[in-house]
């Protein structure tokens, strides 16, 4: 087996023993709150005489990869999070199939050896790694001769709706953004609000360039800054390219939703959730729930929830293509997952496997080939495994405020956080509405750089008028 060579990761929140799922399809039943299965394990159809599984993992091949930008929005990106890299991993079989699966940082080794010497089948509705998880869905679906949706259940739809993606940055920026996705067959794009940008100046450009029908997705990252969230959710609501909420309020202020979704015209979304995705819903606290890198079988136990109450849900689950299809399998088997989701692999130039499907009118078409219907591209494989891309040194803000007053902030990519919750470091409070302009301010090899950058390493931050 190939050793997993970059940083232990970081292990997706999982659920109690007692819960995990043995098979895939769910209902609700409403007076217990309990989850039912209805349908059967398709463990039988690889299964010998002995109903034993013929088919095991015999090695995990895991490669860490350079993830390189697209040229158009490689700016901002590189300066939020410099250079980013994420782990692939293909899985072999007894007789001879490949699985593939990806994921952000590599599991551990102990992780990865949980699934050596097992059946596929052994992880249905999988709530160790979603990555692997993955892989294994693909060799299921492959060895059964089905897509990966029908290891779900019934289809619901055979176009899922998709979304795209960015950072808060420049308003002209935001503009290009929604130029450059629209043209590709996006509707909607999302990004998490900056306080060092001002939200109605980056609406209003947006807005100028929008086609119709196309919608922004705005993610206030659980506030964090001074303004009254009630109003500035109205105000943003006056604009038709203005699409939903996310997070608009701490994740613990539930009363506090349940009263914005009765004052806001727009879809409220809840990703953070307090209780795990279970008591909000019954309390009504939003219009649509996000769930985030959720493990396979936590997400289709929470999907039947979602079912019993006919709420829309949508799935966040970065990665590349790989992640994107089965991001697609999941939400076409979900009865209520007709929200779009997000997988960001549209922000990356390259990718791993051979196929790069694009959205139509907003949606994509889940895949009718056996597995995730996703190629292994090994030379490309090979190429990024290899590639090293450079690193983003720490750059200074330098924003103007109203008064002519020049703020400059200290971004570091190890830290991105703090380009959209600032207040993290407690060193002022900003508005997402204040009259603000902001550039990235670069080394140039000045000394006026030099001495600006070690006073805000001093001091935490700088503010200064300006004398001219």
Known sequence: ???????????????????????????????????????????????????????????????????????????????????TSRTIYVVHTDDGLVGLGESGSTEPQETIDHYIGTSPFDHVGDEVSLGLGTAMYDLMGKAAGVPVYKLFGQKYRSWVPVGSWTVSTHPERMAEAVRQYSAQGYTWLKFHLSPFENVIDQTEAMQKVAPPGFKVHYDFTMHGTTDHMFELCDKLAQYPIAGCFEDALPAQDLPGYIELRKRSPLPVVL????????????????????????????????????????????????????????????????????????????????????????????????????????????????????????????????????????????????????????????????????????????????????????RVEQEGMVLERDTA
């Open 1 to 83: 087996m190939h050793q997993a060579s970059s940083p232990q990761g970081e292990m997706d929140r999982g659920c109690s023993q007692e819960e995990t799922l043995i098979c895939h399809t769910f209902d609700l039943d409403i007076l217990t709150r309990t989850p039912r299965v209805l349908s059967l394990d398709r463990h039988a159809r690889c299964a010998g005489s002995s109903g034993e599984s013929t088919m095991k993992v015999t090695d995990i091949e895991v490669h860490r990869i350079a993830s390189p930008y697209v040229d158009w929005i490689s700016y901002q990106l590189n300066h939020y999070y410099g250079p």
């Open 271 to 454: 990703h953070h959730c307090p209780l795990g995705a279970t008591y909000e819903v019954l309390m009504g606290a939003a219009d649509i729930y996000m769930l985030g890198h959720a493990r396979i079988g936590d997400a289709m136990r929470k999907a039947g929830l979602f079912a019993a109450g006919d709420i829309p849900f949508m799935l966040q689950n970065m990665g590349g293509n790989i992640t994107r299809a089965m991001t697609c399998h999941m939400m076409a088997a979900a009865p209520t997952g007709n929200f779009h989701f997000f997988s960001d692999c549209e922000t990356w130039s390259e990718d791993v496997v051979d196929e790069y499907p694009q959205p139509k009118s907003g949606h994509l078409r889940v895949s009718e080939v056996p597995g995730l219907g996703v190629t292994l591209n090994r030379k490309a494989l090979d190429r990024l495994s290899a590639l090293k891309l450079p690193e983003q040194p720490k750059w200074i803000i330098k924003s103007r405020l109203s008064d002519g007053t020049w703020m400059y902030n200290l971004a570091d990519t190890q830290e991105s956080i703090f380009m959209v919750r600032p207040d993290c470091r407690r060193e002022i409070s900003l508005s997402y509405d204040a009259p603000i302009e902001t550039e990235y301010w670069d080394d140039d090899g000045s000394p006026e750089y030099r001495a600006m950058f070690e």
